[in-house]
């Protein structure tokens, strides 16, 4: 079992930054593919980003290409997710989660682990 914990959301102006971190616990002794979604009030779950299990490769949903980062720091067993130049349509619940498979996903389905999110707001 792996526990991953969210933190760093908040609320932000229009081309403002965030930086979230996902903490991880339990299992920690083995590499996961992790990954971060969101999702907006009404809206589905979407992929944001993700880097493989040992940090070979990284992907990205085309609406944040260039101005998030995924970075994973493996000695403290966390994920972050650095976010720049946000916009109102940034706005939703952010969660990380992990998964064992060898590449990233970019369905939910194909994560076994999820944090509780955590809220980002980006205001006009």
């Known amino acids: 079992q792996v526990q991953l914990v969210e933190s760093g959301g908040g609320l932000v102006q229009i081309g403002g930054s965030l930086r979230l971190s996902c903490a991880a616990s339990?299992?920690?002794?083995?590499?996961?593919?992790m990954g971060w979604f969101r999702q907006a009030p009404g809206d589905e779950r979407e992929f944001v980003g993700g880097?493989?299990?040992?940090?070979?490769?990284?992907y990205y949903a085309d609406s944040v290409k260039g101005r998030f980062t995924v970075s994973r720091d493996n000695a403290k067993n966390t994920l972050y997710l650095q976010m720049n130049n946000l916009k109102p349509v940034d706005t939703a619940v952010y969660y990380c989660?992990?998964?064992?498979?060898?590449?990233?996903?970019?369905?939910?389905?194909?994560?076994?682990?999820w944090g509780q999110g955590t809220q980002v707001t980006v205001s006009s």
């Open positions: 880097m493989s299990r040992f940090g070979g490769s990284i």
């Open positions: 989660a992990a998964s064992s498979s060898m590449v990233v996903k970019s369905l939910g389905r194909e994560y076994d682990y």
């Open positions: 339990g299992r920690t002794d083995r590499s996961y593919t």
